[in-house]
């Protein structure tokens, strides 16, 4: 059993009517032996407000190709909760730019999921909120990448973004909703307290907080691996202990690590399923196949069969170079097949460009 679930369980014991179905969950984990979903990136659309500098969504866009539409969306939905998701985190682009996401967070009964909105703020006033709230959103998720406004709004490449951002965490805890602080954590953060004051920041506004360290897609390809040093990595360690702050791969079901392709998918705005949105590789798309296979497919890979200890896009050197560089280099558009990159039986081909 994975021990650090016990942190949310003041916010299950608010959600009652869910467990049954996470006994159900379990039942089929232990018993029945079969995979379970548990979360999932849901982009509804790739139009944003911002011009992030890590942005990882970029190469994925491609304006020759339609974005689902609502009932393909639902339809998702659908599909992902009979597989066992009980969160479905709706991302972008910008999730507040698409018209159908009130109807969209009504369609999650609250006995099969939660509803999660990550944001960047900008669009989120209060009587959007409001709506959203009436929806069913269970949990806000606000980034918030500095601690500073001057250094998070060039940063996002937009001003008035950090005051946005704290407006909506603000009025997030006004009205007792969850609200969880997404924060890119680089070496430099941790080692000249910025990362700590963001956390102190999340304290103070009674919110939770969710570190993840850069990865080498997108706009941040090209800045390679980053190994944290010594004392960067000790700096991390204690900030993850502290009982507001979280990180990707601490929900899982039975034991904390990276979850990509086992227990959490990513769906594009196209409708392409991956690992996970920085693993830019589709198993297939939902239009053509139902989700239950391409997940199936996804797992016959042992690349995706069963949890890392850490996130591999961020602290494996060996799977950034033998996954996430080819894609890099490959000219096609993204997300590639997978087979191109792992082969048919997820063995990478000896030499790819």
């Known amino acids: 059993m994975n021990f650090d679930l016990l942190r949310h369980l003041p916010l299950l014991l608010k959600r009652r009517r ?14 029945d032996k079969r995979p379970v979903l548990r979360t999932v990136d849901f982009s509804v659309t790739f139009v944003c ?15 020759t190709r339609t974005a689902l539409d609502l009932e393909e ?9 009979e597989l066992g998701a009980v969160a479905i985190n709706f991302v972008g682009g910008e999730p507040l730019c698409d018209p159908d996401l009130e109807q969209l967070i009504a369609s999650i009964p609250p006995s099969e999921g939660v509803a999660v909105v ?9 009587a959007l909120l409001d709506r959203l709230i009436e929806a069913g959103l269970g949990i806000l998720c606000v980034s918030l990448d500095e601690p500073d406004a001057a250094a998070h709004d060039a940063f996002r490449r937009r001003a008035g973004t950090f005051d946005q951002a704290m407006r909506a965490i603000v009025a997030a805890e006004q009205r007792g909703l969850e609200c969880v602080i997404n924060s890119v954590i680089t070496e430099e953060k941790l080692l000249d307290g910025r990362a700590a004051r963001l956390v102190e920041m999340a304290r103070e506004q009674h919110a939770k907080i969710n570190l993840a360290l850069p990865v080498p897609v997108g706009r941040w390809a090209k800045r390679g691996i980053e190994r944290l040093s010594p004392a960067a990595d000790a700096e991390m360690a204690r900030l993850r202990r502290l009982s507001h702050v979280r990180w990707d791969g601490q929900s899982n079901y039975l034991k904390p690590g990276c979850g990509a392709g086992v227990e959490k998918l990513a769906i594009t705005a196209y409708g392409d399923v991956l690992p996970c949105g920085g693993i830019q590789l589709t198993f297939g798309n939902v239009r053509d196949k139902p989700l239950r296979d391409i997940w199936r497919d996804m797992l016959a890979y042992p690349q995706f069969s069963h949890l890392t200890d850490r996130c591999p896009l961020s602290e494996d050197p060996d799977f950034i170079r033998r996954y996430l560089d080819p894609i890099e280099r490959c000219e096609m558009p993204k997300p590639l ?6 082969g048919p039986r997820g063995d990478a081909p000896a030499d790819h460009e």
């Open 49 to 63: 407000t911002c011009e992030c500098e890590h942005c990882y969504i970029q190469p994925l866009v491609d304006h």
């Open 118 to 126: 990550t944001t960047n703020g900008v669009l989120l006033d209060e």
């Open 73 to 81: 969306k639902k339809r998702v939905i659908r599909e992902l909760l």
């Open 18 to 31: 869910l467990i049954p179905k996470l006994l159900r969950n379990y039942k089929k984990l232990l018993i």
């Open 337 to 342: 097949p997978a087979e191109m990159v792992l």
